[in-house]
């Protein structure tokens, strides 16, 4: 009779017959397994073997030809400094939002809610009595406070997830309800301008080295991201748990903590798009973050993160965010309708995960006859 754990046994034959095949190696006594978590994290990207340079460069070249579709209708109003600045400016929010989305994405989850938090965290830190906090001690108290209230939001939505085993299309659905709708009730339906605290608009608008300091927070937001993902532990246990929960339990891996923490880690990062939505607008509103869920979903499948998890990519995130600013800016200086905007981007999600099932198969086929 063997001496392995039945129910680590069982297991690890159930996530090998989903397709990823677990090495057994478990504990005897207590049925822990002893898989690095290295190794669950190749578990649960194997079957997608498309190189990151492969999908990069497929990006580069897509935003090459957009880049030529916009000089050829829009002359020289399209590569102007000021408007490649302009496509630079508003890409970074929905860029930032965007990173903490590729995060729980790729940890096999998704938020619905990320655009409505950012407006509830941009009426909580633009309210009266936080902008006179904020006068009263530092100007940075009104980004902590829309920070946190991210943050707690995202925190919310982690816990509904892991412990109260909601799907998290519906968790993170009745967070974007909930939070725009408190939004509303403590702005009372009024745009909140910020007023008493001048010192944070000039802080953090205007330029540093020529370039927006918007961009410059999408920039360092982006390099944090990658190396969150890419070299540290927290990255290979967000793959692992995004491609193969199973395995990465039998690695030693908190699923349900590590599920919290990237919920958090996305609201945080939607606080910090209120902080620049604010700068920009030189408001807190309930209407901010509009479609913003959308914008971010695009842009992170679009730069090649998995939807069903278990394969993320910042650099490819950064170029999805691009691509899509720039296809706003020409569909702008062509004087097209928004409507033709979301169809267009509609179109390019449902294209982009149809090739994503293409590749996907076309791996997992390709390890079949190895």
Known sequence: MSSEHPKRRDAARDVAANGND?????????GA????????????????????????SGLVVALALLCVVGFITGGERFADMDNVMTILRLAATIGVVSIGMTFVITGGGIDLSVGAVVALSSVWATTVSTQVMASDTHWTLLVLVAILVG???GLINGLLVSFGRIVPFIAT??????????????????TQR??????????????????????????FVAAVGW?????????????????????????????????????TLAGSTAGIGAVM????????????????????????????????????TIVGTVFGVVIFSTLSNVFTLN????????????????????????????????????
Do not use: C
Not at 22 to 30: A, H, I, L, R, Y
Not at 42 to 54: I, L, Q, Y
Not at 177 to 187: F, K, Q, Y
Not at 358 to 369: D, K, T, Y
């Open 227 to 263: 190396i969150l993902l890419n070299r540290t532990t927290f990255g290979r246990r967000t793959v692992a748990v995004g491609g193969n929960p199973e395995a990465a339990r039998l690695a030693g891996i908190n699923v349900k903590r590590h599920t919290v923490w990237l919920y």
């Open 335 to 370: 004087n097209l309708s928004s409507s033709a905007q979301a169809v267009t981007k509609g179109l390019i999600i449902v294209i982009a995960v149809l090739l994503q099932q293409r590749i996907a198969e076309r791996g997992a086929r390709r390890q079949v006859s190895a």
């Open 194 to 219: 910020i007023k008493y605290v001048p010192e944070f608009l000039d802080n953090v608008r205007g330029n540093f080295l020529g370039i927006p300091r918007l961009v410059w927070i999408f920039i």
């Open 22 to 30: 677990v090495p057994q190696n478990v504990d005897s006594q207590t």
């Open 277 to 312: 939505l604010m700068s920009r607008t030189t408001t807190g509103s309930s209407t901010h973050g509009m479609m913003y869920e959308l914008d971010a979903i695009a842009a992170v499948v679009i730069g090649g993160t998995l939807l069903s998890g278990g394969r993320g």
């Open 151 to 153: 943050a707690g939001a």
């Open 33 to 56: 397994g002893t898989m690095t978590e290295e190794e669950a994290a190749k578990v649960a990207s194997r079957p997608f073997g498309t190189s990151a340079v492969a999908r990069n």
């Open 173 to 190: 659905l009745a967070m974007m309800a909930s939070a725009r709708g408190l939004a509303e009730i403590i702005a009372n339906r009024q």
